[in-house]
């Protein structure tokens, strides 16, 4: 079993930046690609950002492209989003999430991810 611990979250102002991080344990980090996701009141989770095992691809949703990136530091067992020129459309609270290394990534959908974390809050004012 793999645990994922997410914090980093907090209330910044629109165009402000933030870093989340994902810690895991339980498991062989290298073994698994891994995603963030964000779900808002009322909606439904979606996909924000995945990266594979080896940190080397990434890949983002349309609506983060050019202010998030996702990246991984193996020797730390963490997975990281940098948040820039954040806006109040990103408000959310953003969850990582991580899956056994398989062909057909990227994966995008939350069905394709097995071990998730408890989510943390962001929130941007405008």
């Known amino acids: 079993q793999v645990q994922l611990v997410e914090s980093g979250g907090g209330l910044v102002q629109a165009g402000g930046s933030l870093r989340l991080s994902c810690a895991a344990s339980?498991?062989?980090?290298?073994?698994?690609?891994m995603g963030w996701f964000r779900q808002a009141p009322g909606k439904e989770r979606e996909f924000v950002a995945a990266?594979?095992?080896?940190?080397?691809?990434?890949y983002y949703a349309d609506s983060v492209k050019g202010r998030l990136t996702i990246s991984r530091d193996n020797a730390q067992n963490t997975v990281y989003l940098q948040m820039n020129s954040l806006k109040p459309g990103d408000t959310a609270v953003y969850y990582c999430?991580?899956?056994?290394?398989?062909?057909?990534?990227?994966?995008?959908?939350?069905?394709?991810?097995?071990?998730w974390g408890q989510g943390t809050q962001v929130t941007v004012s405008s």
């Open positions: 339980g498991g062989t980090f290298s073994m698994y690609d």
């Open positions: 990266i594979t095992w080896s940190g080397v691809s990434t």
């Open positions: 999430a991580a899956v056994l290394r398989k062909s057909g990534w990227p994966f995008t959908r939350v069905y394709e991810y097995t071990f």
